[in-house]
């Protein structure tokens, strides 16, 4: 099922994918409130897709944790880079982004004035539905509620100047989501595909993963008590490249749908 985030005009609400009643395509059936919370029982209306705005699918409750050098390929590549490089780690490398830094489909990714060198991360992104602490990577993928496309964006020379990450992968608009949520994946070989402006900069599989999904929410959750809403990015593949004001770039994961967003 993909669930959407979207504004009429008249509020912000949830709603499903349908087929369109009289053909031409797919509406979104209104939900009563948000299906995390509420399941999914229906208000009767429905809307074209014309008619709406696609919202980010979710604003993090708490958190957005990510995993860090989780493709061999972009360990590879980053290896020679000061604060970023070396081997792949042998556990989920964590670290986090604030909820304001989310934005949605067809917002603006803002370049910070203090940093010259903003680039794209492409990823899968999972949407926590339930309390999850301590959880068995046996049991992890109960407490994922859906998967979503995300763009971990990055300042890479205040990420090197700095010897950490937070500030290079916090700044507002440097967590895209969306377009949807899709609650029904195979994880086992989605493929992960970014594009800046029509050109194919990053491109793999999600069974090139270092660790699992499974492995990356339990790990998370050993650490941080994962709230329903919240939000993990399982990492990039190769080919993180620059963003320039005027380009469109697009995540897209299969199964998901395309995220896109322009830069200013």
Sequence with gaps: MRVARFRTDDAITFGIFDEAEHGGGEELV????????AGYETTGRRFRLDE???LAPVIPRSKIVCVGKNYQDHVDEMAGVTGIGGSAPEEPLLFLKPNTSVIGPDNAIVRPAISDRVEH???LAVVIGAIAKDVPESEALKYAYGFTCANDVTARDLQISDGQWARAKGFDTFCPLGPVIETDLDLADLRVE???NGEVRQSASTKDLIHSIPKIIAHASQAFTLLPGDVILTGTPAGVGRLEPGDTVEVEVQGIGVLRNTVS
């Design 30 to 37: 209104e939900l009563v409130a948000d299906p995390m919370v």
């Design 52 to 54: 709406v705005k696609l």
């Design 121 to 123: 991360e492409g990823e």
């Design 194 to 196: 970014t594009r800046v």
